[in-house]
């Protein structure tokens, strides 16, 4: 068990719809972090969040947006959903210093969409 | 072009057997950072180990063990006398102190140990 959480596990819905994806990372763990995991793409860095401030963009798609909260926690919105959104969607924190050191980086146990 | 590449895509062994998974990377950071994580079928990643470019000294974690080689950019991973429950998807991945704080991925290793 990493110390980070995701909810839900699964998430079935279908084209068009938008639904959101919650991340708590680690206690005391400023960072977190997005990726999406499919078959034809495989792991894919999204965005980075660093105490509440956006730090770096991926692939992250005009559709997606974040946010982290002043508690810490992260939540993934991802709008008019296409059948190639389907995906694992991790969440991952790390403790980054101040100095911005890159450190090791824990996963969550993801968040499985579904599009119909 | 990729930062990391992971050129076994599947591995199968028999147990006990010893197997290398491969990895190198391509950076012009001269501090990186490299990983590997396990991707057992439940699906989590799990992180394995992490090194810094300044340190290539190797390690040997139980029946584990990496191999990092700056001269040739790779940093390849050894499972010794492996068993069923080592069957998962292996990544590695960089982190470039200069470039951003995102994780570039392998496109990870399958493997399959054989009772």
């Known amino acids: 068990d990493s110390g980070v959480t995701q909810t839900p596990k699964h998430l079935i819905t279908a084209t068009g719809q938008r639904v959101t994806l919650r991340c708590s990372p680690r206690s005391g763990d400023l960072s977190v972090y997005w990726y999406q995991q499919s078959l034809d793409q495989g792991l894919q860095f999204l965005i980075h969040?660093?105490?509440?401030?956006?730090?770096a963009k991926g692939n992250i798609l005009e559709r997606f947006s974040a946010q982290q909260f002043p508690d810490l926690h992260s939540e993934l919105n991802l709008s008019s959903l296409e059948l190639g959104d389907s995906a694992l969607y991790f969440c991952?924190?790390?403790?980054?210093?101040?100095?911005?050191?890159?450190?090791?980086?824990?996963f969550g146990p993801g968040t499985r969409l579904t599009v119909l | 072009a990729q930062k990391v590449t992971q050129a076994q895509t599947e591995i199968s062994v028999v147990e006990k057997e010893d197997v290398t998974l491969d990895c190198v990377y391509e950076?012009?950071?001269?501090?990186?950072?490299l990983f590997w994580y396990k991707q057992p079928p439940s699906g989590e990643l799990v992180f394995l180990i992490r090194?810094?470019?300044?340190?290539?000294q190797n390690e040997i974690s139980g029946r584990y063990s990496w191999n990092f080689q700056k001269s040739t950019s790779s940093f390849n991973f050894t499972i010794t006398a492996s068993q069923v429950v080592d069957s998962a998807v292996y990544f590695c991945?960089?982190?470039?102190?200069?470039?951003?704080?995102?994780?570039?991925f392998g496109t990870g290793t399958s493997l399959t140990v054989i009772p």
């Open positions: 991945a960089l982190s470039e102190a200069n470039t951003g704080n995102q994780f570039y």
């Open positions: 969040y660093y105490n509440g401030e956006e730090r």
């Open positions: 991952a924190s790390s403790p980054d210093t101040t100095g911005g050191l890159r450190v090791t980086q824990y």
């Open positions: 950076t012009r950071d001269t501090t990186y950072y």
């Open positions: 090194r810094n470019s300044f340190d290539e």
